[in-house]
């Protein structure tokens, strides 16, 4: 019995970590880019996550959050946990959530330097 316990538990369990990777619910029909001041960066799975601080039309200051995929992905496209520091100013173009919540699924970003960096795809 408690073989059959443990076994049934092992396969919720693998069910819930499947079930919780989601796709990002995004709109893709328009492109959206923010500039903004990194706040914070998680360089961890299962998505690359980077707080930013947008000024809005109105001057007021917008809490971003900017992302993209898993570090092997990132790793792929040239990117390492040491790309990106707070402070620094950035430009991020990708997909908004379709709710309109300021969250964006990144395709690239403009680093301080200028360089266009990819973050899906090559």
């Given at each position: 019995m408690?073989?059959?316990?443990?076994?049934?538990?092992?396969?919720?369990?693998?069910a819930?970590?499947?079930?919780?990777?989601?796709?990002?619910?995004?709109?893709?029909?328009?492109?959206?880019?923010?500039t903004?001041?990194?706040r914070?960066?998680?360089?961890?799975?299962?998505?690359v996550m980077v707080?930013?601080?947008?000024?809005?039309?109105?001057g007021?200051?917008?809490?971003?959050?900017v992302?993209?995929?898993s570090?092997?992905?990132?790793?792929?496209?040239g990117?390492h946990k040491?790309?990106?520091?707070?402070?620094?100013?950035?430009t991020?173009?990708?997909y908004?959530f379709s709710?309109g919540?300021?969250?964006?699924?990144l395709q690239r970003i403009?680093m301080p330097?200028g360089?266009v960096?990819?973050l899906y795809?090559r």
């Amino acid at each position: 019995m408690r073989s059959l316990l443990l076994a049934g538990a092992v396969v919720v369990a693998g069910a819930a970590s499947l079930s919780a990777h989601h796709s990002w619910p995004v709109d893709f029909s328009k492109e959206v880019t923010v500039t903004g001041t990194v706040r914070g960066y998680n360089w961890g799975n299962p998505h690359v996550m980077v707080d930013l601080d947008v000024v809005s039309a109105d001057g007021r200051i917008e809490k971003w959050q900017v992302g993209g995929p898993s570090t092997n992905r990132m790793e792929a496209n040239g990117w390492h946990k040491t790309s990106l520091k707070v402070g620094d100013t950035i430009t991020g173009s990708g997909y908004q959530f379709s709710n309109g919540e300021k969250v964006l699924r990144l395709q690239r970003i403009t680093m301080p330097d200028g360089k266009v960096m990819l973050l899906y795809g090559r």
